[in-house]
T-cell receptor, first 115, second 113 residues
Framework: GAVVSQHPSWVICKSGTSVKIECRSL??????MFWYRQFPKQSLMLMAT?????????EQGVEKDKFLINHASLTLSTLTVTSAHPEDSSFYIC???????????FGPGTRLTVT | DQQVKQNSPSLSVQEGRISILNCDYT??????FLWYKKYPAEGPTFLIS?????DKNEDGRFTVFLNKSAKHLSLHIVPSQPGDSAVYFC????????????FGTGTRLQVTL
């Protein structure tokens, strides 16, 4: 149980285009979903927290107009990187939490490369 | 400001021996700690956790120790197996923050034959 999927697993896009990444909880309802990014050999950095049906809460330094998050249902959250630039190239990982538990279940991640 | 630190970027241990991964934190408000295991190009997998009201939690080969006065926790793996080779992250959370996790920088464990 507690499986989280992400799609796509990798994507290459041209600078200036937008990319959408989907995060789904497959066998549970996720009250909260989180989006992280990880640069090579670095830690996972929380970008934003989203609850179903409400606006996402962004961490300090994360541009909410650039990284659009939509948590449309209890099983789906999307991250759209708008007007992507090469410095947005990174590994993006989502996680989901059900109920009040501290434990988060992570998706497999999406490798974004902006050329 | 790195609130959760893993000062050893890598660790090599022989199969069958004990692996000890360390983690230090600076925020005294953290009250729940988790360890995750991560393979390259995959998301982290939850291993074990501990609440600040405990000083030890055990699950099979994995034991986590918490020393609140020293703001230090450690993960013990015994006996270590080649399949344990991965990057291990410790993470911490503060009650009332919607379970936001603050991750350490990770320790790459290699278990050799």
């Amino acid at each position: 149980g507690a499986v989280v999927s992400q799609h796509p697993s990798w994507v290459i896009c041209k600078s200036g285009t937008s990319v959408k990444i989907e995060c789904r909880s497959l066998d549970f309802q996720a009250t909260t979903m989180f989006w992280y990014r990880q640069f090579p050999k670095q830690s996972l950095m929380l970008m934003a927290t989203s609850n179903e049906g409400s606006k996402a809460t962004y961490e300090q330094g994360v541009e909410k107009d650039k990284f659009l998050i939509n948590h449309a249902s209890l099983t789906l959250s999307t991250l759209t990187v708008t007007s992507a630039h090469p410095e947005d190239s990174s590994f993006y990982i989502c996680s989901a939490r059900t109920g009040p538990s501290y434990e988060q279940y992570f998706g497999p991640g999406t490798r974004l490369t902006v050329t | 400001d790195q609130q959760v630190k893993q000062n050893s970027p890598s660790l090599s241990v022989q199969e069958g021996r004990i692996s000890i991964l360390n983690c230090d934190y600076t925020n005294s408000m953290f009250d729940y700690f988790l360890w995750y295991k991560k393979y390259p190009a995959e998301g982290p997998t939850f291993l074990i956790s501990i609440s600040s009201i405990k000083d030890k939690n055990e699950d099979g080969r994995f034991t986590v120790f918490l020393n609140k006065s020293a703001k230090h926790l450690s993960l013990h793996i015994v006996p270590s197996q080649p399949g344990d080779s991965a990057v291990y992250f410790c993470a911490a959370s503060v009650a009332g923050t919607a379970s936001k996790l603050t991750f350490g920088t990770g320790t790459r464990l290699q278990v050799t034959l």
